[in-house]
């Protein structure tokens, strides 16, 4: 079985900064694209940020130039460093994978639980 699990989330003032930290666990062979998503309360799942197993990043508009991605694949994390954090970015935030199990020759679509970030005005 693999799981991926969040951390870092918490409650900061507006401008600050947070990192959240996901890892990987389980039976891998091989990790693929990571990403981060996020859902605000009566919003649906947006994309926030992507990086490929080679280190190519892909930001939405709204993070651009704020927010980092970026993973360490000996230790199958994937990171995302959020900088001059704002109201707007309040929400419960998701991480994906695409993970090969030791055990399957696919990739599965794996998500974490999610960890609640609060920005305060």
């Known amino acids: 079985q693999v799981q991926l699990v969040e951390s870092g989330g918490g409650l900061v003032q507006a401008g600050g900064s947070l990192r959240l930290s996901c890892a990987a666990s389980?039976?891998?062979?091989?990790?693929?694209?990571m990403g981060w998503y996020r859902q605000a309360p009566g919003k649906q799942r947006e994309l926030v940020a992507s990086?490929?197993?080679?280190?190519?990043?892909d930001y939405a508009d709204f993070v651009k130039g704020r927010f980092t991605i970026s993973r360490d694949n000996a230790k199958n994390t994937v990171y995302l460093q959020m900088n001059s954090l704002k109201p707007e970015d309040t929400a419960v935030y998701y991480c994906?994978?695409?993970?090969?199990?030791?055990?399957?020759?696919?990739?599965?679509?794996?998500w974490g639980q999610g960890t609640l970030v609060t920005v305060s005005s």
């Open positions: 994906n994978a695409g993970v090969m199990p030791s055990f399957s020759l696919r990739y599965l679509e794996v």
């Open positions: 389980g039976s891998i062979f091989s990790i693929g694209a």
């Open positions: 990086i490929t197993s080679s280190g190519s990043t």
